[in-house]
């Protein structure tokens, strides 16, 4: 089955201790696609400048991706600028300049209406709403917010939540949507706003799914699955984009969808998480095979699972 | 077989949002012993003052810990006074009194010697140091320390650093010690400095171990144990340190000693600890039953590995 997934396509000047990538292609948007792409048919919605060109479109159509939905706008595609200190988990900002993304109106091409897995990267609750709208026969509906929208529009966001059944959030995000500084019961806060799982993702640490009580299957448990710890993090742009991209990717190439195949998701978002951080900007996810994808699915499961 | 511990016992006044305990016994070689307890016979090396009573010994008694090596000095225990704020993960502390402890002068029981497991709880290095050569039977010695040790006694620490196989420490104790901020590699300059393995303690996220190479096994991949998020932390005092009376007390109870005893072990540090927390002070810890212990194991296991 395929997936649609509605977000940014940017180009990014990252500098980490390993160096500076220059305008390289990245956006929420496009480690999702690349991510997912390894797993299911992605079909992507977003808006570029006139600087994203022929060379930028192949990066994704050699991975399948449908660009249909990408529109193609006058002005410049959204940039970003910033630099990762000793702290990976977190960039300074140096610019942010929405450019085309400004005005952005997604719209729903006609052949990707009847898709059964959307994924709502970070945006304007107002923007992921209209689009969810427009693909009212999702089966599954996976979403992203931010502090900013959390702060800034929580009105909005509240009636996007109704609307999305897998919440993929961070821990700060969680602890100030939920207004609680205790993880779990942040957590259960979150639920109550609409979500029937919430991914809570711990950066280097992994990732815990909780669950609304009666959803996907039986109980509230939640489970965790551990992050590899990695010895050359070059540039952690894109990580939980890229986690999204594994996490939903798998569950959309499932026949079935129950906790036992959340849970297996959650080791391929991270996966895909730690390949995205290997190289500079998307150039890891541009290369990979199953086997590779594989392979480290099984590192991570020994890594953490006792005989 | 038994395990030997010295270490701090104290008293504590601890607040947190759930409350206030006043005086309540602690100290890192009382959480680790009534945490080791429930796996082996445990014997302690401490210092108490004139305040420490008989009632503050049956604590220790009931869980047949051996308190022969408990001296009695004039003068007041070590009193600890701190606050956890939102952040459960870090106290602020408000007195710090040393009392008896400013002139311990461990000395092992001789019938202590024998001990072939020995844990060297957070004390200055030199402390640590003398015990060890006391004890230079021990089959295997673990060993923690802090940042203040790290930074003001870094030649004493090293030296300690070679007697000691399994060091357990926090992240940020590990990249300061290491002089790296990249985790994994931290470890390894950690583990160069001597100890064959080395638990990072990842407070609410869980632990990493990192293996020298060739010690307990072959490779040099880690392995990571989660935490369970707990809706009440009562009281996160101790954790780290029934962290490492469960993960030692359990290795000391097998007969063997291999990296999937260590891997198990693991688990059991995160279930003593999660233990701690419910309550304030050591309360939870002096009544559970191993029924008890090895359900929350299970539990762990389940939120955790996939089927």
């Not at 660009?67 to 900002?93: C, L, M, R």
Request: glycine share 10%; with cysteine; aromatic share 10%.
């Amino acid at each position: 089955m395929s997936i649609v997934v509605v977000g940014t396509v940017a180009f990014d000047t990252i500098t980490t201790k390993y160096g500076t990538a220059e305008g390289v292609l990245g956006g929420a948007a496009t480690y999702f696609s690349l991510a997912a792409s390894y797993f299911c048919p992605v079909r992507i919605i977003a808006v570029v400048g006139e600087d994203f060109g022929a060379e930028h479109e192949a990066i994704l159509k050699k991975r399948n991706i449908d660009t249909a939905g990408i529109q193609h706008a006058k002005g410049k595609t959204f940039f970003w600028s910033g630099e990762y200190g000793a702290n990976v988990n977190e960039a300074t900002t140096r610019i942010t300049d929405l450019n085309v993304f400004q005005n952005f109106n997604p719209t729903v091409p006609a052949e990707y209406r009847d898709t059964e897995f959307l994924f709502l990267a970070n945006a304007h609750p107002k923007l992921q709403a209209q689009v969810r709208h427009e693909m009212n026969g999702a089966r599954l509906v996976g979403g992203d917010t931010m502090n900013y929208w959390i702060s800034n529009a929580p009105q909005e966001l509240a009636e996007t939540l109704k609307l999305v059944d897998v919440l993929l959030i961070n821990d700060t995000e969680t602890k100030l949507l939920g207004k609680e500084s205790n993880l779990p019961r942040a957590a259960q806060n979150v639920l109550a706003m609409g979500p029937k799982a919430l991914v809570v993702k711990h950066g280097e640490y992994g990732a815990t799914i909780f669950f609304r009580e009666g959803a996907f299957g039986i109980g509230r448990h939640p489970f965790r699955a551990p992050a590899l710890p990695i010895e050359e993090v070059r540039d952690p742009t894109g990580a939980g984009d890229s986690f999204a991209g594994g996490f939903m990717g798998f569950i959309a190439a499932q026949g079935e969808l129950n906790r036992e195949i959340l849970k297996r998701a959650m080791f391929f978002g991270g996966v895909m998480g730690s390949f995205a951080v290997e190289r500079f900007g998307t150039e890891r996810l541009q290369n990979l095979t199953r086997a590779d994808i594989d392979a480290r699915f099984r590192l991570f499961r020994e890594l953490t699972h006792l005989e």
